[in-house]
Every structure is written in C-alpha cells, then in structure tokens.
C-alpha cells in the first residue's frame, strides 16, 4: 500500500525552523491503517499464494542454468553418503524461480527453500531430503509462518488505529478543544 503524504510548504518551513527531525518523522513515525486497508492487503496476503504460472525457458544461457542444477542435484543425490542438505549457488531472483519450478517438478520428493546470507550477498537455495510426510509437515509450518508474520507486519502497521478502535469499543463520549478537523482527518484516511 503506497500512500500520498500532503504537506504545506509553511508548515515544513516552520518544523525546520524549530529543528525537527524529518528522519525521525519517516523511520519512527506512528503508522496508520484503515479497516479498508488492512482487509485490502489481508487479501493480497492470501491471493499471493495463488500458483504462478510457469516461466517458459527460452534463452541458451538459462537452460544451461537449470541443466547445471540437475547434474548438481543428481550428484548429491547419487552420494549415499553426502550431507542431508545441499546449498545451491547464489542466484537471482529468475534463476531462483527457475530452480524453484524445475528442481521442484524434477525432484518432487526434495524440499527447497531460500536462505539469505549473513554477509548481504545474494540469497541462495537450499535443497533437503526428506520423505513426503515431512515434506508436508514443513511446508505447512513454513504457511503458518509466513501467515503469522503477515498478521504481526499488518499489526504493527495498524498504528494508531488500535487507539482509534479502543476509544470506539469503550462507547464513551470523546471531548476536545477544535478536534473535529483532526477527527475528519484521521477518518478521512
């Protein structure tokens, strides 16, 4: 979700003036979500787990790619006695989706995933055996993971909406001095 930020032109001369922080405004500034935007990207969430159609390999260079990863993987999977796991290359985004289709479609009984590295380099896939119960087992946990982690990121986006909501479940009368253009404003978004 990508908002608009309006602001006069007086209103920042004047903030300038008298030292704030803009940096502080964007990085640690309270965060707001409206009940229309959070339902929004809850369901982006969940659309995003709709399969993707699959990449068509066109060019010399990237069938050599994902031939390089089958002899790889047939190696290791060759090996009786090589680790559990096997670390690809560090690749791109393409080629990990390709790895992810073609491994995945070749390989149906081995799990993948991608592992960032500590040194900021590019991300790169791990391959694991595994029987088609743990398989399954992982690829559920890694779906709640990812779900839990969407709600907290959508959580904390909320922001000051949790004050919003609270003062609304209390059904009290809310008093202030010249409030009723901040309120307009506040709902308005």
Same mark, same amino acid.
Not at 108 to 116: E, Q, R, T, V
Not at 123 to 133: A, C, F, L, S, Y
């Given at each position: ?12 001369? %004047? *903030? #300038?003036?008298?030292? %704030?922080? %803009? ?19 809850? #369901?982006?969430?969940? #659309? =995003? ?107 904390? #986006? ?8 609270? *003062?609304?479940? =209390? ?19």
């Amino acid at each position: 979700l990508d908002r608009t930020f309006l602001v006069q032109a007086s209103s920042l001369t %004047f *903030l #300038a003036e008298n030292n %704030f922080d %803009f940096n502080k405004l964007v990085k640690d500034g309270i965060s707001f979500l409206s009940l229309d935007d959070e339902d929004e990207i809850r #369901a982006k969430g969940v #659309a =995003t787990e709709a399969p993707r159609d699959p990449v068509v390999i066109k060019k010399e260079e990237d069938k050599a790619y994902v031939q390089k990863l089958f002899d790889k993987v047939d190696a290791w999977i060759a090996c009786p006695d090589a680790e559990s796991t096997l670390s690809l290359d560090p690749a791109n985004g393409f080629h990990r989706r390709l790895c992810y289709q073609e491994v995945g479609a070749r390989y149906p009984h081995l799990y993948m995933f991608k592992k960032d590295p500590e040194d900021g380099g590019q991300p790169h896939i791990v391959v694991e055996r595994m029987t088609g119960e743990e398989k399954e087992e992982r690829e559920c946990k890694d779906q709640e993971e990812k779900k839990s982690k969407m709600e907290a990121e959508l959580a904390k #986006a909320v922001g000051f909406r949790r004050v919003l909501d609270e *003062l609304v479940s =209390t059904k009290k009368l809310v008093v202030g001095h010249n409030m009723i253009m901040d309120l307009a404003s506040v709902f308005d978004q």
